[in-house]
């Protein structure tokens, strides 16, 4: 059994995300997600629209995923170790090497491959990309209506 593990913020759920965990559920048996804490997501990220509970429930409830827990908030790799997964799928956009994620993994006794799932072919609908469009929509219908 191939446990793989795959991480993000994943604020508000598009087809990006959905992209990404289903290649990350190709590569193994059991896909694992972890969340990112609320207080993650504001220092890597953004402040979050959505909170880290509907988050962790949002993704669960996705098909390719078979398990969604919250990510530590002090230590990535705790979260890690606790999973144990023989692999871990990075996104395209996330920050990690693989090489180096691969190294603290095996040093903390977890041996996991790390694969980079590349890119959804039309990627105009990341999180930040969506709001941009919504407040420009806004902004356009604000200034039509004045």
Excluded: W
């Excluded at 962790?56 to 530590?72: N, Q, Y």
């Excluded at 105009?124 to 941009?132: C, G, H, M, S, W």
């Amino acid at each position: 059994m191939v446990r793989v593990m795959a991480t993000g913020v994943f604020d508000l759920l598009h087809p990006g995300h959905v992209y990404f965990l289903s290649e990350a559920r190709k590569l193994g048996d059991e896909l694992v997600v972890v969340v990112a804490r609320d207080q993650t997501a504001r220092r890597l990220k953004h402040e979050p629209y959505v909170s880290e509970m509907i988050r962790r429930e949002m993704v669960e409830a996705l098909k390719p995923v078979d398990r969604a827990i919250l990510g530590s908030a002090t230590d990535i790799y705790q979260t890690v170790v606790e999973v144990h997964p023989d692999m871990i799928a990075l996104g395209h956009d996330q920050m990690f090497n693989e090489a180096e994620v691969e190294r603290e993994c095996a040093r903390r006794g977890v041996p996991a491959k790390v694969v980079r799932v590349g890119l959804l072919p039309h990627d105009d609908l990341a999180t930040r990309k969506i709001v941009e469009r919504i407040l420009e929509r806004a902004r356009s219908s604000k200034e039509a209506n004045a």
